[in-house]
């Protein structure tokens, strides 16, 4: 059976900016590529920024053979996505007192006492083990899927029975469904209710979750999505759905796009941290954060196909949550759910305060890619502004004192201004020098209001200042001391590129414009000394225009400005540096590099 493919429609659209519009216009276009009527009868999706759903938009049926476009009101299942409503029940009994995560998971869940664990000096499995994934038991994908509806009796018996192990607990992630279904039984068993009563009262009614619930009979016939897997013979083949039972912890949650919105939406408001009342969430902001932390690295994965410049992920598993840690965007928080007839996503990013919510009633629907990418482009493409470190007063003033001596130095307002080991790292007079020889460079210096500042912590800071000739990057570090000075002052000197370097990156530009690329990459009259691999060359200009698209010249950010420099090159995908030398003698370049700059993985205060 084929399904009814509806067309496309816009459930919800806010007002946003030019820009968001236009990257709005480029992820439904995604979603309609993903959307083959094979993956999954029915899609919905939307985009979240700050717990509001600012858009969303729907495909296809939740009810193969008949015209029921997906709504807002259409109930999916959402799998292991399950698992972090679990682990925000756990953290909120620990923060109770009614539990530690270092109790023994035995304590709560007696069956566990006899097991026979995989060596001699095995620690024994602990609440947080299992809310990590480290309980060493094996990977239980797709076996744990068709365990959901087992009685209670069932699952005690296999508990008695004991289990395998993959490792020494507390050694390394593997996924466990199983484990999360323990974790279930222990808030059976602490609370004395059954774990789908704990959850509802304790995390959906305060949130007014209320399309959100783990059984299926309590759904409206209307809004219930049916699962499908897709056979060549036969289409479509609607999937059994699996009742209520032990492992309803690790994926037995239905819900809607709202209520999916509106449970990220908690996450994001936990950052940034401030002083502001907790608000109306159950769980604490401190323990939403802690649930985004990463506890236990999971993998490093390549996701970019071989004709683009790598971009590699760190993975990492928190409480019930993977943390992803991007090169593009920086970090990511997400968690899927594949189950028998859904897939489901969801993914945001704390530095911007954007995150996206998919679901489909297909077969382990592969939805996480596609809304990986949609979230990336609108983060690349700042939809809206991201949060950045702020730095602290004391950082701000010494930015201030670091200025004055730039204007003049002061050897008294210098011995202020530094901690003791700077004179011992590198001596006050020489750094006068040094000062003296960069005023003689650049002429009268003042901060560069076209360059954003940068802190890697409030008690770290860079910024640019502009000269008659040229720019000066500047960089201090603050020590732990109260009040903190500076313990580091770092100054880079940037001239203005010579007449030769300037004209060679801008026709490396004009070769990164797509057009040049189809007419082979390297411009004939781009001068290139023999040391240059034009190959190579080649390759890598072909691969930055295929990541980032079309790049623009930026300001100088290295070099000496004779002999080499670099340039920062600017795009709506993402930035660029640009690093070239020049041999004088041959009067051509003997070295081209392009390196994309890498999005901070910590600006999210």
């Known amino acids: 059976m084929t399904a009814t493919i509806t067309e496309a429609q816009v ?6 900016s030019g820009r968001f519009e236009r990257l709005l216009r480029d992820a439904d276009a995604r979603a309609d590529r993903w ?45 292991s996505m399950t698992k972090s409503f679990t682990a925000a029940t756990v953290l909120l009994l620990r923060d109770e007192g009614r539990l530690a995560l270092d109790d023994l998971a035995e304590r709560y869940v007696p069956e566990l006492a006899t097991l026979r664990y995989p060596t001699a000096d095995s620690p024994r499995i602990t609440i947080r083990h299992l809310l990590t994934m480290t309980a060493g038991l094996p990977t239980d994908d797709p076996w744990g899927d068709r365990q959901q509806g087992l009685d209670l009796g069932s699952f005690s018996a296999l508990l008695r029975g004991g289990l395998s ?36 009262e304790r995390l959906l009614e305060p949130l007014e979750m209320r399309a959100t619930g783990y059984l299926a009979e309590e759904v409206p016939a209307a809004d219930l999505a049916h699962g499908y897997v897709w056979r060549d013979e036969d289409g479509f083949v609607e999937e059994p759905m699996d009742g209520y039972g032990a492992l309803a912890s690790m994926g037995g949650l239905f819900t809607t796009l709202p209520d999916l919105a509106r449970w990220v939406g908690g996450f994001q408001d936990a950052w940034p941290p401030r002083d502001d009342p907790e608000g109306g969430h159950p769980l604490s902001r401190a323990a939403r954060r802690e649930m985004q932390q990463s506890i236990m690295p999971f993998a490093l994965a390549t996701l970019r196909t071989s ?67 949609i979230l990336g482009d609108l983060v690349v493409g700042e939809a809206v502004p ?49 000062i003296e020889r960069i005023r003689a460079t650049h002429g009268r210096l003042a901060a560069d209001p076209d360059e954003p500042t940068r802190s890697e912590s409030p008690f770290h800071l860079e910024w640019w200042m502009r000269g008659e ?33 300037t004209a060679a990156a801008a026709r490396v530009v004009e070769a990164l414009a797509p057009a040049a690329i189809e007419r082979g990459a390297i411009p004939d009259d781009l001068p290139l000394t023999p040391a240059v691999d034009h190959a190579a060359l080649g390759r890598a200009l ?35 540096e640009l690093a070239l030398e020049w041999d004088a003698g041959a009067g051509a370049l003997s070295s081209v590099g392009l390196l994309p700059v890498r999005q901070s993985s910590i600006d999210l205060e």
């Open 35 to 79: 959307f083959d009527g094979r993956k999954a009868p029915g899609l919905i999706y939307g985009i979240v920024v700050d717990g509001r759903l600012v858009h969303a938009r729907s495909v296809g049926t939740i009810r193969v053979g008949e015209a029921a476009p997906p709504s807002l009101e259409s109930r999916f299942r959402i799998a």
């Open 11 to 16: 459930l919800v659209r806010e007002p946003v």
């Open 307 to 373: 004709a683009e410049v790598p971009t590699v992920e760190s993975i990492h598993y928190g409480y019930g949550l993977f943390i992803v840690e991007d090169f593009r965007v920086g970090r990511t928080i997400s968690h899927g759910g594949g189950y028998p007839g859904f897939g489901a996503h969801m993914r945001w990013h704390p530095g911007s305060g954007l995150g996206v919510v998919g679901l489909a009633n297909g077969r382990y629907a592969p939805v996480t890619p596609f809304l990986r990418e």
């Open 165 to 200: 192990f993959a490792f020494v607990p507390g050694t390394r992630f593997e996924y466990s469904n199983l484990g999360y279904g323990i974790l279930g039984r222990v808030i059976t068993n602490v609370t004395g209710r059954e774990y789908r009563e704990v959850v509802r």
């Open 386 to 434: 991201s949060r950045h470190l702020q730095p602290t007063d004391s950082t701000t003033a010494a930015r201030a004192g670091v200025e004055a001596l730039l204007e003049a130095w002061d050897d008294a307002a210098a011995a202020r201004l530094f901690a003791m080991n700077v004179d011992l790292d590198e001596p006050l007079d020489s750094r006068r020098s040094a």
């Open 469 to 501: 000739r040229g720019r000066l990057r500047v960089e201090i570090l603050l020590s732990p001391e109260l009040p903190p000075r500076v313990q580091a002052l770092n100054l880079t000197s940037v001239p203005e590129p010579s007449p030769e370097l």
């Open 542 to 576: 072909r691969a930055t225009e295929a990541r980032f698209g079309q790049l623009r010249l930026g300001p100088p950010i290295g070099g000496d400005g004779v002999r080499s420099t670099t340039y920062r090159l600017l795009g709506d995908r993402g930035n660029v």
